[in-house]
């Protein structure tokens, strides 16, 4: 089974903190992806990435930036935090290798707060 | 431009009882994935199923079933004989093939609460 783990379930920071969300999986995936969900919106896209140092914007990365450095870690940043970045942030990973690289295996998330 | 609506936003029902949860795409890519998502009050994205275009065929695990039907663009989830461990998030998915990115877009969601 494919396991994605979040470095966090809960984070509380404070506006203006450089926070790390850390998102690791270890099924060789090659795409990783960080969403965000927040109620009534379901969830955007924020950054993905097909390959290590490689990194495309999705639909919201304004405020956000990310890192892969190594093929099973993805990280989001937000280089300065502030409340509306109050949210839910998923991260997932799929594999062209698997056949099914449409589908894509969440993390359990990270519930940030920022005050 | 591809497009998942869920037009329910919460349901409730009470245990034993079958609910549909509706979702309807919008695409221009004639291959095309669709799933359904659940996501529990633990947070994590739960994955159902996947269904191509190409596969018209309606499925069914336990008390789970999915009709897909192209004419009407939608991709229904009903659950029979609700459980209260069946309450969560359900998301809707679509993925299209040309481009190569298969990146999904995810419909908002519909929240199921069952009451025993």
């Known amino acids: 089974d494919v396991k994605v783990t979040q470095s966090s379930r809960y984070l509380v920071k404070r506006t203006g903190e450089k926070v790390f969300l850390e998102c690791v999986q270890d099924m060789d995936h090659e795409n990783m992806f960080w969403y965000r969900q927040d109620p009534g919106l379901g969830l955007r896209l924020i950054y993905f990435s097909y390959d290590v140092k490689m990194k495309e914007k999705g639909d919201i990365p304004e405020g956000y930036s990310v890192s892969r450095e190594k093929k099973e870690r993805f990280s989001l940043i937000l280089e300065s935090a502030s409340t509306n970045q109050t949210s839910m942030y998923l991260c997932?990973?799929?594999?062209?290798?698997?056949?099914?690289?449409?589908?894509?295996?969440f993390g359990p998330g990270t519930r940030l707060l920022v005050l | 431009a591809q497009k998942v609506t869920q037009a329910q936003t919460e349901i409730s029902v009470v245990e034993k009882e079958d609910v549909t949860l509706d979702c309807v795409y919008e695409?221009?890519?004639?291959?095309?994935?669709l799933f359904w998502y659940k996501q529990p009050p633990s947070g994590e994205l739960v994955f159902l199923i996947r269904r191509n275009s190409f596969d018209e065929q309606n499925e069914i695990s336990g008390r789970y079933s999915w009709n897909f039907q192209k004419s009407t663009s939608s991709f229904n989830f009903t659950i029979t004989a609700s459980q209260v461990v069946d309450s969560a998030v359900y998301f809707c998915?679509?993925?299209?093939?040309?481009?190569?990115?298969?990146?999904?877009?995810f419909g908002r969601g519909t929240s199921l609460i069952v009451h025993p």
């Open positions: 998915a679509l993925s299209e093939a040309s481009g190569g990115s298969y990146i999904p877009t």
């Open positions: 997932a990973s799929s594999s062209p290798r698997t056949g099914h690289q449409e589908t894509q295996y």
């Open positions: 695409t221009r890519d004639t291959t095309y994935y």
